[in-house]
């Protein structure tokens, strides 16, 4: 896949996680909460948890989508870039030692499912990834 069909992917992505974070907006002002939506209860305590990882998730595709540049041209990007890598690295380890251990993550009186973490996993290697892969593209184009 080239750049330009991820970024549009990015797009329609980002219009999907605007759209949920409006659903869980309007689920909260019109109480309609609580609710079970796949198995899971989801209430008026996990709208805020639900809200920060929406805006994150928003916030990234939204970046990616118009504003990434490929190949990064100034050192401080590269070193952002390797940050960020590093930062997504540590997060999937969490990610997959909650996994392994069994350990139980829990935002008020909601319990988090097991699936949210292998989803986590993913996408924080897939982000890793790309971060290291773009500081290193870089590296190799200096010489």
Known sequence: MNHHTLREIAKFLSGMVAAKILTVLWLAWTGLLPLILIGTPFGEDSVAPAMLFNVAILSLLVYYGWHLKSPVHSPSERKLLLIVGALFLIVAALHFTRLVLGWSLIFGDFMVPDWVSWFGLLVTIYLSY???????RMKGARR
């Open 130 to 136: 790309s971060a290291f892969h773009f500081a290193l």
